[in-house]
């Protein structure tokens, strides 16, 4: 009887450390998936929040790494960035995800020689690997004021990868560079007919149509960048210069409200 009693209470304690463990893995999956939802809405906080109560529960947790790595990228935080996606890295993140991530991480931060110098294809890279990591070096490039260099890099992808948006985008602001504003403008029509839902796109858009003294095209177009990414801190403040412009005041302040719940902080937000 004794020997019953015991083997129950160990089948007990077995039951409840499965069902916990259980628990404690559906609640990972639930918080990535909810933060996949959050990515694709723009709703960057949101998503950083599901990814960090995941990080809770597992502190080792590559995806969780990775995917909170990519949305700081795109939400412009590229010091964080750079941290979790080091850390997804040595949790054996693959090279074809992390190091594209990690040359926009660089980006951000203003490291233009670290881009061409740590973020290289290995032997066995891929082409599509290859076409992101040249677009990487356009962007490099441009950064250093080497307009020429970086529109060689972009040709270079898109002979890889006749589509890459990265390298698409990267040429208009090859012309930019060079203050070609017919040719920007012909390119970034077509860009945004072909990348529609591009944040990216629709903000070049604006910075062309700025540049033309375009004020309410500009506008327009940071409007449409915002639409794809709520939580887009230089659409925002863009349509609010463009809205100054125009004196449209009431819009303009409803732009800068917007800003200023996402960095408090940003001089032009307290301007």
Not at 87 to 93: F, N, P, Q, S, T
Not at 131 to 150: H, I, K, R, S, W
Not at 216 to 244: C, Q
């Amino acid at each position: 009887m004794i020997y019953n009693k015991h083997a129950a209470r160990i089948a007990l304690a077995v039951a409840l450390g499965l069902s916990a463990c259980v628990a404690h893995g559906a609640g990972v999956a639930t918080y990535l998936e909810d933060a996949k939802k959050y990515q694709q809405q723009g709703e960057y906080r949101a998503a950083v929040i599901q990814l960090k109560n995941a990080l809770q529960q597992e502190p080792d947790n590559r995806e969780a790494r990775l995917l909170l790595g990519e949305i700081y990228v795109l939400g412009g935080d590229g010091q964080s960035a750079e941290k979790e996606l080091e850390r997804a890295k040595r949790l054996g993140a693959k090279p074809d995800r992390v190091l594209p991530l990690l040359g926009r991480a660089y980006l951000l931060q203003g490291e233009f020689k670290k881009v061409l110098e740590e973020v290289k294809a290995g032997g066995g890279a891929s082409g599509a690997l290859k076409a992101e990591l040249l677009a990487l070096q356009g962007d490099a490039y441009l950064g250093l004021g080497d307009a020429a260099e970086a529109g060689k890099r972009y040709d270079q992808a898109l002979a890889l990868v006749a589509d890459l948006r990265e390298a698409s985008l990267g040429k208009i602001r090859v012309t930019l560079a060079q203050n070609k504003l017919d040719e920007a403008r012909q390119l970034v029509e077509a860009a945004t007919q072909r990348y529609a839902n591009s944040a990216d796109a629709w903000l070049l858009k604006g910075e062309v149509a700025r540049r033309s003294i375009d004020h309410a095209g500009a506008a327009e177009s940071f409007k449409r960048a915002t639409d794809l990414e709520p939580e887009n801190f230089g659409a925002h403040t863009g349509r609010a210069l463009m809205l100054l412009a125009l004196n449209e005041f009431d819009g303009a302040k409803a732009s800068v409200d917007a800003a200023a719940k996402l960095a408090p902080q940003h001089p032009i937000v307290n301007y």
